[in-house]
């Protein structure tokens, strides 16, 4: 007789553990909040994307208390040999802004051996410089300067939970079905190339924008080198935040008009091929042709799907692959039209939702929803619903 | 004349030799001429011999070798053949050492201390011959953003400031007619309007039966302005140039021997007249004065092309660069101490200026720092010697790879550096006519359309096994470059991190 006891089903020592992060959020474009429960239920079905080592969500309506202010949100880690993380943050906060409120997030406990503190300084600036970007600065010299604080993120009306664990344990941790939100964004994550790190989880965020992201940024270099002329500070171990600060150069900072802004950035990231734009209308070309050149060092190369989520300049889901589309992306609808998904597989949708009403962005292009409706499915020609607006 | 030893010997077999005096008809140099008393070709003279391998290659029975000249110089780890060499010239003549090609100095190659990066699993990586990678590149300037302006409910788009359109990120650099031929020229001219880039036309002019190339030519406008006419204003973008790579702080000069009717057309100038290209550009003595020229350019030209500056790569490099973007160049070339030349002091030539590898780095970092480096394109050469190096000089944070040895070689040249000679036997660095025919100019641009797509392709593998399908995405992306050579300060002056380092801060993942 065998001295291994037979396996009816397959050996835990066994389990598949193959490489890919997964994606996936959620919009409801009338408005109305979505519990955190449900959300659960999306974002731990696609364990064979993840291993363990990080996970998080972003989510927007959280405050309805405080949402006009900024809400500051950070990891806390007391160094041995310096004052407390949090008394040098509040220092450092007194000075440039009018904190209204500041609270210690509430978590679990039993689920993490040992973890950080989380806290929450809801802000606004004291001056009248551009409120936007003065908090930009803020959150970049506390991740820069200010050892053992990391600033998670700083927009209005929304928060980012993450931490270094399986998509469960950081739900539970978090505490996610006490949540509610008009829009959400998950992401579990499998890393490769950077250490599993607990400001290292997805979602990364600066200012109202969240972004999430399967894949490697192979453009990297020369992105953060685009960004530091840009007045943007790399500096999180990871791709991913390349990718959330050139959307916030390109449809924000840039001033680009709000139309079209979302156009600009998508195409600005992901360009046409050149063959492909010389085929193109002549007015669609002469846009296309601009916004590549001048753009040229905020494409983003290499094989990725991310899903942005922004509040800017009205709440807006957006989901865009790169133009080889070499990660998994799928956008979905539900069947009462109340509801916009995007994941990274079709079953996470379906977890929750049996709608039959989804499709698969193209290559390149991006799939955006924003209060009130599907703006883009990500099947359409570039610029194709606001190609008469173009001079 | 005290004599010395000669560098190379001429050794002809006359068991294979048919007496058909190739050798001696091809030899420009006097080292061989054909005996008739004896009907054989004699070596006259190994003296005059500098190994440019056209008998070798020229006779029909591989009777012909060339062998370094079989005497041993004492030991000496000072003073070695190079020294005693040069002091028994100038003993001799009194002059400064002309020399032509580039730098032949044993300085360490930074490039051969670079590696690449590939992807593995964790992206994939992608097959150039089957998905597209795209090369194209457009040089000239670009604005910050786009300008838009909304008008009666539509958005207008600003038009972009001029811009070429290069089909590869490689040119061929700044070679005039005079310091090379006519034909060998007018080869190079086809075979960049042929792969859709550009070429330099150096401080020459453009001779008439070049205009036809005007759209992918820079035009160069030197110290000497020969040749700079409106017609010429109509080349594909300009170039003033400051600084050449293999003597910085020097002009040239073309002697007047070599001005005959075809220079002298081109040029502007009374044939027989020296041409001479004074160190400093007469009118430009600081940054001012430079910025004005550029403005004079812009409007002479009608603000249709980009205005370019070529600098030598100095010391300060990274300084005067910013200084050149913000007095409105569109483009800056930079010349590697390496780089070619027809002519120039040797002692120049192998001294003046820093490598390209760190200068182009230096000029990267400051220029992204002072957040200007996205509003130009850099052109970076000075002894690119394969497409290696041309992909290390992009990862390094040049636009465009400029060569102009390679292309030389391409169509004959063996690097003899004899060019101030006039005497080329491969009739490229020469004025001399009947010596220019030796160039075929259809097979000559057909090999230097081959040798630019080869180079076209293998940036495109390399970009492939890389996970980049563009190479605006390669442009800067030093992270994808590591050091693997003996000094750590050099690879923190390129920005490159050392191979095997693992990663801290700034790395790719997801």
């Given at each position: 007789?065998?001295?291994?006891?037979?396996?009816?089903?397959?050996?835990?020592?066994?389990?598949?553990?193959?490489?890919?992060?997964?994606?996936?959020?959620?919009?409801?474009?009338?408005?109305?909040?979505?519990?955190?429960?449900?959300?659960?239920?999306?974002?731990?079905?696609?364990?064979?994307?993840?291993?363990?080592?990080?996970?998080?969500?972003?989510?927007?309506?959280?405050?309805?208390?405080?949402?006009?202010?900024?809400?500051?949100?950070?990891?806390?880690?007391?160094?041995?040999?310096?004052?407390?993380?949090?008394?040098?943050?509040?220092?450092?906060?007194?000075?440039?802004?009018?904190?209204?409120?500041?609270?210690?997030?509430?978590?679990?406990?039993?689920?993490?051996?040992?973890?950080?503190?989380?806290?929450?300084?809801?802000?606004?600036?004291?001056?009248?410089?551009?409120?936007?970007?003065?908090?930009?600065?803020?959150?970049?010299?506390?991740?820069?300067?200010?050892?053992?604080?990391?600033?998670?993120?700083?927009?209005?009306?929304?928060?980012?939970?993450?931490?270094?664990?399986?998509?469960?344990?950081?739900?539970?941790?978090?505490?996610?079905?006490?949540?509610?939100?008009?829009?959400?964004?998950?992401?579990?994550?499998?890393?490769?190339?950077?250490?599993?790190?607990?400001?290292?989880?997805?979602?990364?965020?600066?200012?109202?924008?969240?972004?999430?992201?399967?894949?490697?940024?192979?453009?990297?270099?020369?992105?953060?080198?685009?960004?530091?002329?840009?007045?943007?500070?790399?500096?999180?171990?990871?791709?991913?935040?390349?990718?959330?600060?050139?959307?916030?150069?390109?449809?924000?900072?840039?001033?680009?008009?709000?139309?079209?802004?979302?156009?600009?950035?998508?195409?600005?990231?992901?360009?046409?091929?050149?063959?492909?734009?010389?085929?193109?209308?002549?007015?669609?070309?002469?846009?296309?042709?601009?916004?590549?050149?001048?753009?040229?060092?905020?494409?983003?190369?290499?094989?990725?799907?991310?899903?942005?989520?922004?509040?800017?300049?009205?709440?807006?889901?957006?989901?865009?692959?790169?133009?080889?589309?070499?990660?998994?992306?799928?956008?979905?609808?539900?069947?009462?039209?109340?509801?916009?998904?995007?994941?990274?597989?079709?079953?996470?949708?379906?977890?929750?939702?049996?709608?039959?009403?989804?499709?698969?962005?193209?290559?390149?292009?991006?799939?955006?929803?924003?209060?009130?409706?599907?703006?883009?499915?990500?099947?359409?020609?570039?610029?194709?619903?606001?190609?008469?607006?173009?001079? | 004349?005290?004599?010395?030893?000669p560098?190379f010997k001429v050794n002809i077999d006359y068991e294979k030799c048919i007496k058909c005096g190739r050798c001696s008809e091809n030899c420009t140099y006097g080292a061989i001429t054909f005996d008739r008393e004896q009907d054989k070709p004699l070596v006259k003279n190994n003296a005059n011999c500098v190994s440019c391998q056209r008998c070798v290659l020229f006779c029909p029975k591989e009777a012909i070798n060339i062998s370094?000249?079989?005497?041993?110089?004492?030991?000496?780890?000072?003073?070695?053949?190079?020294?005693?060499?040069?002091?028994?010239?100038?003993?001799?003549?009194?002059?400064?050492?002309?020399?032509?090609?580039?730098?032949?100095?044993?300085?360490?190659?930074?490039?051969?201390?670079?590696?690449?990066?590939?992807?593995?699993?964790?992206?994939?990586?992608?097959?150039?011959?089957?998905?597209?990678?795209?090369?194209?590149?457009?040089?000239?300037?670009?604005?910050?953003?786009?300008?838009?302006?909304?008008?009666?409910?539509?958005?207008?788009?600003?038009?972009?400031?001029?811009?070429?359109?290069?089909?590869?990120?490689?040119?061929?650099?700044?070679?005039?007619?005079?310091?090379i031929s006519y034909n060998a020229?007018?080869a190079?001219?086809?075979?960049?309007?042929?792969?859709?880039?550009?070429?330099?036309?150096?401080?020459?002019?453009?001779?008439?039966?070049?205009?036809?190339?005007?759209?992918?030519?820079?035009?160069?406008?030197?110290?000497?302005?020969?040749?700079?006419?409106?017609?010429?204003?109509?080349?594909?973008?300009?170039?003033?140039?400051?600084?050449?790579?293999?003597?910085?702080?020097?002009?040239?000069?073309?002697?007047?021997?070599?001005?005959n009717?075809?220079?002298?057309?081109?040029?502007?100038?009374?044939?027989?007249?020296?041409?001479?290209?004074?160190?400093?550009?007469?009118?430009?003595?600081?940054?001012?004065?430079?910025?004005?020229?550029?403005?004079?350019?812009?409007?002479?030209?009608?603000?249709?092309?980009?205005?370019?500056?070529?600098?030598?790569?100095?010391?300060?490099?990274?300084?005067?660069?910013?200084?050149?973007?913000?007095?409105?160049?569109?483009?800056?070339?930079?010349?590697?101490?390496?780089?070619?030349?027809?002519?120039?002091?040797?002692?120049?030539?192998?001294?003046?200026?820093?490598?390209?590898?760190?200068?182009?780095?230096?000029?990267?970092?400051?220029?992204?720092?002072?957040?200007?480096?996205?509003?130009?394109?850099?052109?970076?050469?000075?002894?690119?010697?394969?497409?290696?190096?041309?992909?290390?000089?992009?990862?390094?944070?040049?636009?465009?790879?400029?060569?102009?040895?390679?292309?030389?070689?391409?169509l004959g040249c063996k690097?003899c550096?004899q060019c101030?000679t006039g005497k080329c036997s491969w009739g490229i660095a020469t004025s001399d006519p009947i010596l220019a025919q030796r160039v075929d100019i259809?097979y000559g641009?057909?090999?230097?359309?081959?040798?630019?797509?080869?180079?076209?392709?293998?940036?495109?593998?390399?970009?492939?096994?890389?996970?980049?399908?563009?190479?605006?995405?390669?442009?800067?992306?030093?992270?994808?470059?590591?050091?693997?050579?003996?000094?750590?300060?050099?690879?923190?002056?390129?920005?490159?991190?050392?191979?095997?380092?693992?990663?801290?801060?700034?790395?790719?993942?997801?």
């Amino acid at each position: 007789m065998s001295i291994f006891k037979s396996h009816f089903t397959r050996p835990r020592i066994l389990m598949r553990n193959p490489s890919a992060c997964g994606i996936s959020g959620v919009l409801n474009m009338d408005g109305e909040l979505i519990s955190g429960r449900k959300i659960k239920e999306i974002i731990t079905v696609m364990t064979e994307r993840e291993n363990g080592l990080g996970a998080g969500f972003a989510v927007y309506g959280a405050f309805p208390k405080y949402k006009d202010d900024y809400c500051l949100q950070l990891i806390l880690e007391d160094t041995p040999d310096s004052d407390p993380a949090k008394e040098r943050v509040e220092e450092f906060l007194k000075e440039h802004v009018e904190i209204s409120k500041d609270e210690r997030v509430q978590v679990r406990q039993g689920i993490f051996r040992e973890h950080p503190t989380i806290w929450r300084f809801f802000i606004n600036p004291k001056d009248g410089q551009n409120p936007d970007d003065v908090i930009k600065d803020i959150a970049m010299y506390i991740n820069d300067r200010i050892d053992g604080a990391f600033c998670l993120s700083c927009g209005k009306d929304m928060a980012v939970f993450k931490g270094n664990g399986w998509s469960h344990e950081i739900a539970d941790f978090y505490e996610i079905e006490k949540l509610k939100g008009y829009m959400w964004s998950f992401h579990s994550r499998f890393p490769t190339n950077t250490p599993g790190w607990w400001g290292g989880a997805h979602p990364f965020s600066i200012l109202g924008h969240a972004i999430i992201h399967n894949g490697e940024i192979t453009s990297y270099g020369t992105n953060v080198n685009y960004l530091k002329e840009l007045g943007y500070v790399c500096k999180l171990l990871t791709d991913t935040e390349v990718v959330a600060y050139l959307f916030d150069f390109l449809v924000r900072k840039s001033g680009y008009p709000k139309e079209i802004a979302y156009e600009i950035a998508a195409m600005a990231l992901s360009p046409p091929y050149w063959r492909e734009i010389e085929r193109m209308p002549p007015e669609i070309r002469k846009w296309a042709t601009a916004i590549r050149i001048t753009h040229r060092k905020a494409m983003a190369n290499g094989p990725f799907s991310v899903i942005i989520t922004t509040d800017y300049p009205k709440p807006t889901m957006i989901g865009h692959s790169d133009r080889k589309k070499l990660r998994p992306l799928i956008a979905a609808v539900s069947e009462d039209e109340k509801t916009f998904y995007l994941s990274s597989e079709l079953n996470a949708i379906h977890a929750v939702d049996d709608t039959r009403n989804f499709w698969q962005p193209d290559p390149g292009k991006a799939a955006i929803a924003t209060i009130g409706g599907v703006i883009k499915k990500g099947t359409e020609k570039p610029f194709e619903n606001i190609s008469e607006k173009l001079g | 004349m005290l004599k010395t030893v000669p560098r190379f010997k001429v050794n002809i077999d006359y068991e294979k030799c048919i007496k058909c005096g190739r050798c001696s008809e091809n030899c420009t140099y006097g080292a061989i001429t054909f005996d008739r008393e004896q009907d054989k070709p004699l070596v006259k003279n190994n003296a005059n011999c500098v190994s440019c391998q056209r008998c070798v290659l020229f006779c029909p029975k591989e009777a012909i070798n060339i062998s370094q000249y079989p005497v041993t110089y004492a030991p000496h780890g000072t003073w070695m053949p190079y020294y005693i060499r040069a002091i028994n010239e100038q003993a001799e003549t009194g002059g400064v050492l002309l020399s032509g090609m580039g730098n032949d100095m044993s300085y360490p190659m930074v490039f051969d201390y670079l590696v690449w990066d590939a992807c593995q699993v964790t992206n994939p990586a992608i097959d150039a011959l089957r998905e597209p990678v795209e090369t194209r590149t457009y040089l000239g300037r670009k604005s910050k953003n786009l300008h838009i302006s909304e008008i009666e409910g539509k958005f207008e788009l600003e038009d972009l400031p001029p811009n070429v359109v290069l089909s590869t990120p490689i040119v061929i650099g700044h070679m005039s007619l005079g310091s090379i031929s006519y034909n060998a020229i007018t080869a190079m001219y086809r075979a960049v309007k042929e792969v859709g880039t550009l070429m330099g036309t150096g401080e020459g002019g453009l001779h008439r039966d070049h205009y036809q190339f005007r759209s992918n030519l820079i035009g160069e406008v030197a110290s000497g302005r020969f040749g700079v006419n409106s017609e010429y204003l109509e080349c594909a973008a300009l170039e003033i140039k400051i600084g050449q790579g293999a003597k910085p702080g020097h002009g040239g000069q073309l002697p007047g021997e070599k001005v005959n009717k075809l220079i002298s057309e081109t040029r502007g100038i009374p044939l027989g007249t020296d041409a001479l290209s004074p160190n400093p550009q007469h009118d430009i003595y600081s940054i001012e004065d430079l910025k004005t020229l550029i403005a004079a350019l812009h409007e002479a030209s009608e603000y249709k092309v980009p205005v370019g500056v070529k600098i030598a790569a100095v010391n300060n490099v990274a300084a005067i660069a910013s200084g050149i973007v913000r007095a409105g160049a569109d483009f800056i070339t930079i010349d590697g101490f390496r780089g070619g030349t027809g002519a120039a002091p040797r002692v120049i030539r192998d001294n003046a200026g820093i490598p390209i590898e760190l200068a182009v780095a230096a000029v990267d970092q400051h220029l992204t720092e002072e957040g200007i480096r996205h509003e130009v394109t850099i052109l970076a050469g000075g002894t690119l010697r394969s497409s290696s190096d041309l992909i290390k000089i992009i990862a390094l944070g040049a636009d465009v790879g400029m060569i102009a040895t390679a292309p030389l070689i391409a169509l004959g040249c063996k690097v003899c550096q004899q060019c101030p000679t006039g005497k080329c036997s491969w009739g490229i660095a020469t004025s001399d006519p009947i010596l220019a025919q030796r160039v075929d100019i259809e097979y000559g641009a057909r090999r230097v359309v081959n040798l630019l797509r080869a180079w076209t392709h293998d940036l495109e593998e390399v970009l492939g096994t890389m996970g980049i399908d563009a190479v605006e995405s390669f442009v800067g992306n030093r992270d994808r470059l590591r050091y693997l050579g003996p000094n750590p300060k050099e690879a923190e002056i390129l920005g490159v991190k050392h191979a095997g380092d693992r990663l801290k801060l700034g790395s790719c993942a997801s």
